[in-house]
């Protein structure tokens, strides 16, 4: 979704995810009709899930969400936060080349599209060991968690902490390029990418356009720990749409010669107008995995003023004893971009454009500023939980959060004012591999 996304290049980036996908899944079909199922010679079909309650208590009209793309609700019980089902096939033509789809079903907000459904569909050519070239719909590798975020039997905790995952795209519709070696006994692995994907709050409206994304990653893997870090840069483009009377009218009032009520006005227009937004994405992530300890960091920082400048990060650790892992994180998310002021135009506006005006004015002006703020991610949250693995597929997961919402800092929310705020998550999930 590079924009690029109109004209012939969207269709022919659509036409290829299709045609991936759909060739994908009829020689899955056909190898399953030939070979009398999914152990059929170059088939492999698999796929994951997660069933989950959670019981959430918020400050009133709240609503808790694992990512942004989920649908608003302030309901105190949610079966809809982290179930889903996930079916995914491989199919290998040869040595060399690979189709792979994946699919997920999961409750999606009111503007999702149905393609959204299409986790992965490309093609990989892999012309030795080392090598890997993939096109197509494929993971965005900038996270630890990039691969597994939605396979919840993959991880400890009931999901991915929400102050850093929340926000994050999953998918890249382009191509990369990976290789790894050995040296000594340490895994190296390196990717290039290139492309594009999108955020934003799907509930809300047109979601951002994260195009011409440039990416690196790499990675170190020794004696159960990864080190790994990444670095992209890409140009956000948002589609201003119901919002651009609200800038157009901030534009008029930056422009009148009353340098109180100019100033304000612009810097409003900068924050509610920008339209394409040059961004970088910073990394750095760790994983150890060794006898019963298991633990993993990570930290992200995203700069994209006048839109964003935020660092998030979590710390998660688990101790097994027997089938059970007990577990304690901890996550936090702050945005650098300064809160902005309630103006007070009102008084100054009325001897120039007079009463009724100045008072749409203010309105507009306080409206707006609020919801800049009230977009604003500044919070942290604390878990504790324990995993149960009674199968060899299958783990039950309990787990408690308690976050801390600041003044004008709700955006992970859905319904939040600018008011700070406290709330407490108690989940119950079963995750499964099949």
């Known amino acids: ?30 190898g399953q009709e030939g070979e009398g199922g999914a152990g059929g010679p170059g088939l492999r079909v698999s796929g994951f899930g997660t069933l989950g309650l959670s019981h959430v208590q918020a400050p009133q009209g709240w609503g808790f969400r694992r990512e942004l793309t989920q649908s608003a609700s302030d309901k105190p019980w949610r079966h809809d936060v982290d179930t889903r089902l996930g079916v995914q096939a491989n199919y290998s033509l040869g040595s ?103 955020i934003g709050d799907f509930a809300t409206g047109d979601p951002g356009r994260v195009r011409d994304v440039v990416g ?96 998030s ?26 809160v902005l002021a309630t103006p007070d135009w009102q008084a100054a506006l009325t001897p120039v454009i007079g009463p009724a005006a100045a008072a749409q004015s203010q309105a507009l002006g306080a409206l707006v500023t609020a919801s800049v703020n009230q977009a604003r991610v500044q919070q942290s949250g604390w878990s504790l939980g324990a995993r149960w693995d009674f199968h060899a597929q299958a783990a039950l997961k309990l787990q408690w959060d308690r976050f801390r919402i600041d003044a004008d800092g709700p955006g992970l929310w859905t319904g939040a004012n600018g008011q700070a705020g406290r709330a407490h998550v108690a989940t119950a999930v079963v995750d499964f591999i099949f």
């Open 96 to 198: 060399q080349f690979e189709l792979v789809a994946q699919v997920i079903a999961r409750k999606r907000a009111t503007h999702a599209e149905d393609g959204d459904s299409l986790e992965w569909a490309y093609v990989a050519y892999r012309p030795n060991a080392d090598w890997t070239l993939r096109a197509g719909r494929v993971n965005v590798d900038a996270f630890l968690m990039a691969d597994y975020r939605n396979v919840g039997y993959g991880f400890t905790a009931a999901r991915p902490p929400v102050e850093l995952y929340a926000m994050l795209p999953t998918t890249l519709d382009g191509v990369d390029l990976a290789r790894s070696w050995f040296q000594g006994d340490a895994q190296w692995r390196a990717k290039l990418m290139v492309g594009s994907t999108q």
């Open 1 to 30: 979704m590079f924009d690029q996304t109109s004209g012939p290049f969207r269709r022919c980036a659509r036409g290829l995810l299709a045609a991936v996908a759909l060739t994908a899944w009829a020689v899955a079909a056909q």
């Open 216 to 311: 690196a990653m790499v990675s170190r893997e020794e004696a159960g720990l990864l080190v790994r870090a990444s670095a992209s840069r890409a140009r956000i483009r948002l589609d201003l749409g119901s919002t651009q009377p609200a800038v157009d009218a901030l534009t008029q009032l930056g422009g009148l010669p009353i340098p109180a009520v100019a100033a304000q006005a612009q810097l409003l227009r900068d924050r509610l107008g920008a339209s394409v937004i040059p961004a970088t994405f910073l990394e750095l992530g760790l994983r150890y995995e060794q006898g019963d300890w298991q633990w993993s960091a990570e930290v992200v920082r995203i700069k994209a003023v006048p839109l964003v400048r935020q660092t």
């Open 313 to 338: 990060a979590y710390a998660t650790v688990g101790h097994r004893i027997g089938e059970w892992t007990p577990f304690v994180g901890y996550s936090r998310t702050r945005d650098a971009m300064p």
